[in-house]
Structure formats: structure tokens, C-alpha cells
């Protein structure tokens, strides 16, 4: 994502709701997460998948030690998902397009 305000955004959630087809993966451990091209560490963010029971939701939030995404800079999440396993109540057939769809919820123009 870019920020393309301007001004810097802090504490940024993004939510990433996965395909029917996708959910029974949990992908929280595999995150990594890179701001303005820095690595974070995992103290810098809170990772969470299917919270409050909503299912295939996977959550990133940045914390005030992560710092501020700079306008015009980017941050950029990466992770490992995979299909449903074949024989599965979600298994995705032979052609189906899965849309994956994630954005950033929240943010706030200052420090918490």
C-alpha cells in the first residue's frame, strides 16, 4: 500500500479478507511485514486471523514502534497462503477465480 496523503499515517490496520477456498490455512505466522522498505520486527505489528470469529480475516496492525509510513512511501505485507485441501467443504474447483480483497481500515495522522 501507499500512502498517498500528506501527511505520515500511523498505527495502520490492514485487513485482508480471504477466499472461501483459503480460510482453513492459517497464514499469521508466516507474515512479514516491510515499511518504506525496513523490515519490521513481529514486537512492531499484531497479527491476527479470523478474530471475533469472522472467518478468513486476517488482521495486521502496526504499533507506535513500528513508526509512521511517510507520505508517498510504502508499506508492503507479505505471507503464505494456500487452497483448501481437495475433499474439503471449501474446495475450490477447476477454473474458479478466487478474489482476494485487502485494505487499510484504519490509520491516524499522529502518534498514539
Do not use: C, K
Not at 469472522?54 to 505485507?77: F, H, K, M, Q, Y
Amino acid at each position: 500500500m501507499q500512502n498517498i496523503g500528506g501527511a505520515p499515517a500511523w498505527n495502520i490496520v490492514v485487513e485482508d479478507q480471504l477466499p472461501l477456498e483459503m480460510r482453513d490455512f492459517d497464514p499469521s505466522a508466516t507474515v512479514a511485514v516491510t515499511l518504506d522498505g525496513n523490515l519490521l520486527a513481529p514486537a512492531d505489528y499484531v497479527v491476527d486471523y479470523s478474530p471475533g470469529g469472522s472467518p478468513g480475516l486476517l488482521t495486521v496492525e502496526l504499533l507506535d514502534s513500528a513508526g509512521a509510513l511517510a507520505p508517498n512511501a510504502i508499506l508492503r505485507i507479505d505471507y503464505t497462503a494456500q487452497l483448501d485441501q481437495p475433499g474439503g467443504s471449501n474446495e475450490p474447483a477447476d477454473g474458479d477465480a478466487l478474489i482476494n480483497v485487502a485494505a487499510a481500515t484504519v490509520w491516524y495522522n499522529d502518534i498514539s
